[in-house]
């Protein structure tokens, strides 16, 4: 027997160690309900879980930032819902006031009330914020380097032969629409031209008789106020493509009318109408309908710089969405200063309003369009935050039964190797038997 080293009293002490280190692991997992708590638990399943952690949260937080985008455009929203009210307001006005039965005063009380509902829209472009920052006021929208002019393009028209007109030469009185009807301008019908420039209205009138498309770009004050591409000597200051084009080449029967582009919105012609009138004063209706459905295919855009908001939809970089929301200011919808004094301006005023209010309907389905995306986009960041979360459980959790079971076990392994120390310790007394 060795009385030098007592190794059975060594190898319980030991073992007391071990099981005593293993039962305070147990213990650590079953109060924090981890697996892992240091690196040394499990260093690669830390390292994986630790990323995942980092998606989950920026999943999070890319959640919220879209919930606040919402807000933003459901901000916009509810500010271009009245600006469409004052529009249509508006509109009343000037279907009122193109009634003759309105005298001078009447008309100049509807004025009043005109001019202060467009001193409306311009309040609710430039005071509407979301988190002080401006929403309708332009600051928003995508970078304009140059003034762009405003195109207007009215409905398909034919000439005689029933073809599209390939050029300016087909006169006035033989113009068809597009279903090859005849318009039935006469040689002694009055043309009636009219449109508005920075709330001006400007009117010009002359006989059909031997007058072409083209030439209508010679007609008043169409030299000063519109500029575009040339087809042929009197086309210098306006387009007016009978038959061809935006690109100038592709006869399609088109009449085209485009602003001066140096001007952007204050050069915007809106309201355009071309009244076509017998001798005896009659409307001849379907002429007017067809050489005046004019709508918008191009809005004029002032010099800008860039200011769409970026939103962060993702966890790591470059997964954002960006959202414009352009001027909804009365300049930008072509209703600044805009007269409805005489039953002309009145039409004009229509015309403008129309074309103003599809602005505003255009804006708010693209913001509903932003709405949409960014609600499916939350739906999907919570799907894939729900799934990132349960893998990471699966990695980093402890299972509360088994760990339990184990520290049990360790927990009575160490008094079982306690209760061995104090037998080792008693191995030795026996030696003394021998030295008797």
Do not use: C, W
Not at 173 to 187: C, F, H, V
Not at 284 to 293: F, G, I, P, Y
């Amino acid at each position: 027997m060795i009385i030098n080293h007592n190794l059975s009293a060594m190898n319980a002490n030991r073992m007391v160690t071990v099981n005593s280190t293993k039962a305070s692991s147990a213990m650590a997992k079953l109060s924090s309900g981890l697996r892992i708590n240091s690196a040394a638990d499990d260093a690669s399943g830390l390292a994986i879980s630790e990323k995942m952690k980092g998606q989950i949260s920026g999943l999070n937080t890319a959640s919220a930032n879209a919930q606040t985008a919402v807000s933003l455009t459901q901000t916009a929203d509810g500010a271009l819902t009245e600006t469409t009210a004052v529009l249509q307001r508006m509109r009343e006005l000037a279907v009122q006031s193109s009634n003759d039965t309105n005298t001078d005063a009447d008309r100049s009380a509807i004025q009043v009330e005109t001019t202060a509902l467009t001193a409306q829209i311009d309040n609710i472009a430039t005071t509407t914020q979301f988190n002080t920052k401006n929403l309708l006021d332009g600051s928003m929208g995508k970078a304009v380097n140059a003034a762009v002019a405003n195109i207007s393009t009215s409905s398909i028209l034919k000439g005689t032969g029933g073809t599209a007109i390939s050029d300016g030469s087909t006169a006035l009185t033989d113009l068809s629409d597009s279903n090859g009807n005849s318009l039935n301008i006469k040689s002694t019908d009055t043309i009636t031209v009219s449109y508005d420039k920075a709330g001006t209205t400007t009117t010009n009138k002359f006989l059909a008789a031997s007058l072409t498309a083209t030439d209508l770009n010679s007609v008043g004050d169409f030299s000063t106020d519109l500029t575009g591409a040339t087809l042929g000597t009197a086309d210098t200051n306006l387009n007016v493509l009978a038959g061809n084009g935006a690109d100038n080449t592709t006869p399609n029967g088109s009449l085209t009318i485009t602003g001066d582009p140096a001007g952007g919105s204050v050069n915007a012609i809106e309201g355009i109408s071309i009244t076509v009138k017998d001798k005896d004063g009659k409307v001849n209706v379907a002429a007017t309908n067809a050489l005046s459905s004019f709508s918008e295919t191009t809005s004029a855009g002032d010099v800008r710089a860039n200011g769409t908001a970026t939103v962060q939809i993702g966890a790591n970089v470059n997964q954002n969405l960006s959202i414009d929301i352009n001027d909804m200011g009365s300049s930008a919808l072509g209703v600044a200063g805009l007269q409805v004094g005489t039953q002309n301006q009145a039409n004009v005023a229509i015309k403008a309003i129309d074309n103003a209010t599809a602005k505003v309907s255009s804006e708010r389905a693209k913001l509903g369009a932003f709405q949409n995306r960014l609600s499916s986009t939350i739906n999907n960041l919570g799907t894939t935050s729900q799934n990132l979360s349960s893998a990471q459980s699966s990695i980093a959790d402890v299972d509360m039964a088994a760990t339990m079971a184990e520290y049990s076990k360790d927990n009575i392994e160490s008094q079982a190797a306690q209760a061995m120390i104090s037998q080792a310790n008693q191995q030795p007394s026996q030696v003394l038997q021998l030295l008797r």
